[in-house]
């Protein structure tokens, strides 16, 4: 079972959706099996940020008769690659169960097939990095596969206030998604904060880790660079440089750094509990043979 990390905005537009690409980007540098997953079922289209969306491939609208957790690696065969990412994206045409597409059949039920294809895809790659939104269903349904999640925090005076309330709301639901799922040996799972803005003070990124009580782990400056690599088609991080990749290192030598947990004797597929181990806790050792050139 390989690391999964989430990635959320604590406000619309801070760029949650890039720094999640950079994180699969850079990952997939050291060679290990990597998948990204777009989770915002309102069109999040994290294809067209790794620049992958004319390909051909699987996307989620295959998948809405899922029953059961999927084959990873099989599937995986079938999806678009940004490079070595294999990516799990596009907008579903229906929105979660409310209306059926009569040319496709029925409806995709995001809080069943979600754990299911996460647990599938997490099983078979090293490193799964998914793209959430803010949006109930869909974290309440992945939050027991998450080994860490990324809250990506905007720096004006608006932001700030967005993520005053948006963090500790998301943070009691992934919290209770969690106890729900029977996961008596999980570690307190709290959020890595992200700042992003122009200029990033060391007062306000103090002031953020104090209000939010979660630890600044970086501090995105305004990159044109990365904006014009996405509107020309460069998966972001692609270049192995910028203010990014940078923080996109630091997060996945700390993911990698924390030994996985063996899940499989509290996994309920009902909940979204792991549905299987793959070995022991490996300790600090699991950061073997991942270097990156920060
Ligand atoms: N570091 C950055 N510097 C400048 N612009 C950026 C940066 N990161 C992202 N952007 C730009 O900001 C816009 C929003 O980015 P993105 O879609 O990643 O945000 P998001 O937080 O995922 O948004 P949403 O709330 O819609 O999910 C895009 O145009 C993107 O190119
Ligand atoms: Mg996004």
């Given at each position: 079972m390989g690391h999964v990390i989430g990635v959320i905005p604590a406000?619309?537009?801070?760029g949650a959706s890039t720094i999640a690409a950079v994180l699969a980007v850079r990952a997939a540098e050291t060679g290990q099996p990597v998948v990204a997953v777009d989770l915002d079922r309102f069109g999040g289209r994290l294809d067209v940020v790794l620049g992958v969306?004319?390909?051909p491939g699987w996307r989620w609208?295959?998948?809405?008769?899922?029953?059961?957790?999927?084959?990873g690696a099989g599937l995986a065969r079938e999806l678009p690659r940004a490079g070595a990412v294999a990516v799990l994206a596009g907008a579903s045409r229906v929105v979660g169960a409310e209306r059926a597409d009569p040319g496709k059949g029925p409806a995709m039920d995001w809080r069943r097939v979600l754990p299911d294809v996460v647990a599938g895809l997490a099983a078979a790659h090293r490193i799964t990095v998914l793209d959430l939104p803010r949006d109930v269903i869909v974290v309440d349904a992945v939050a027991p596969l998450l080994d860490a999640w990324v809250t990506v925090v905007g720096t004006t005076v608006p932001q700030l206030a967005s993520a005053a309330t948006s963090v500790p709301l998301l943070r009691r639901l992934v919290d209770a998604a969690c106890a729900r799922s029977g996961?008596?040996?999980?570690r307190p799972c709290e959020p890595w904060l992200v700042l992003r803005g122009a200029r990033i003070e060391d007062e306000v990124a103090d002031a953020v880790c104090d209000h939010l009580?979660?630890?600044?782990?970086g501090r995105l400056r305004d990159d044109l660079r990365l904006v014009s690599d996405v509107t020309g088609g460069v998966a972001p991080g692609s270049r192995g440089r910028g203010p990014a990749v940078e923080v996109a290192d630091e997060l996945l030598l700390r993911l990698v750094s924390r030994p996985p947990l063996d899940l499989a004797a509290s996994a309920d597929p009902a909940t979204g509990?792991?549905?299987?181990?793959?070995?022991p806790a490996t300790g600090a050792g699991s950061a073997d043979g991942w270097r990156w050139s920060a």
């Open positions: 406000s619309g537009g801070v969306e004319q390909e609208d295959r998948l809405r008769r899922v029953a059961g957790v999927v084959d996961d008596v040996l999980r009580d979660a630890p600044v782990l509990g792991r549905a299987a181990s793959e070995g």
